[in-house]
């Protein structure tokens, strides 16, 4: 049999598997809905600030949630600054979360409810990254590195150590995720909706198509090594973008 043909077979297994799993925690989580500043402080949480943003990043689930812009405001001269990100608790939930999928059974994995805890610095900084880890009752260390340029750019690490006497498959994943599509223009020349480069490769999608096609085996981009994503609006000059590497 062709190589090639085992490998894609393979992928395509494991995408329908992780993707699967996925979908379950995310069916099986009940959100109630509080107001934004009482999410932000339901949990601990690392601060960061560059000079153009300013947020935090939530000990539980390890999601960035909380991302202002700092020299753009809703109003002209206003002092009220163009907020982003939102934690997944408030009715405009606009949050990063990053993690891992298996395919073998019975072992722990960090998920949304995961409390991480910190390693060193405890700011991040242009000039300093944050290290959160967590560690299973199978001795398996997971562990996030997350930095910051001074723009608008977030590179996140995502390594493991595994002290166990078992050998596991595990595939990182990263997913921005918004509880409410935004209102769209649906200018032709303007694109309103998720974009993505995978190894090279710009994905572009629509709101309305991602909603023709939910939890559709598409997303084989759960393979790549290097991603980065983002959300683009109608206010496509204030966007982030992610960079996910293992």
Request: charged share 25%; glycine share 4%.
């Amino acid at each position: 049999m062709d190589t090639k043909n085992v490998i894609a077979a393979i992928s395509l297994s494991a995408a329908v598997i992780i993707l699967y799993s996925l979908f379950s925690l995310a069916q099986d989580e009940k959100i109630i809905k509080i107001s934004r500043d009482e999410a932000l402080e339901e949990n601990e949480r690392i601060l960061f600030e560059n000079d153009k943003i300013k947020g935090s990043i939530s000990l539980l689930g390890s999601s960035i949630d909380d991302l202002t812009f700092k020299n753009y405001t809703n109003t002209l001269n206003g002092d009220d600054n163009v907020v982003l990100l939102n934690p997944k608790q408030s009715e405009n939930g606009y949050y990063v979360e990053t993690g891992w999928a298996t395919t073998n059974k019975n072992i722990d994995l960090p998920n949304s409810k995961t409390l991480w805890e910190i390693e060193g610095n405890k700011k991040l900084t242009p000039n300093s990254s944050v290290k959160l880890s967590w560690k299973n009752n199978q001795n398996i260390k997971f562990i996030k590195e997350i930095s910051i340029d001074n723009q608008y750019l977030f590179d996140i690490k995502q390594t493991i150590e595994n002290n166990s006497d078992k050998t596991y498959n595990f595939y990182p994943y990263g997913q921005i995720i918004r509880n409410i599509a935004p209102e769209v223009t649906n200018f032709y020349i303007l694109h309103e909706g998720l974009i993505g480069v995978f190894d090279d490769q710009l994905v572009e999608e629509d709101y309305d198509d991602i909603e023709e096609k939910k939890y559709s085996i598409e997303p084989l981009i759960l393979s790549f090594s290097n991603k980065i994503l983002s959300f683009s609006s109608k206010a496509s000059s204030l966007e982030i973008l992610i960079i996910f590497s293992s």
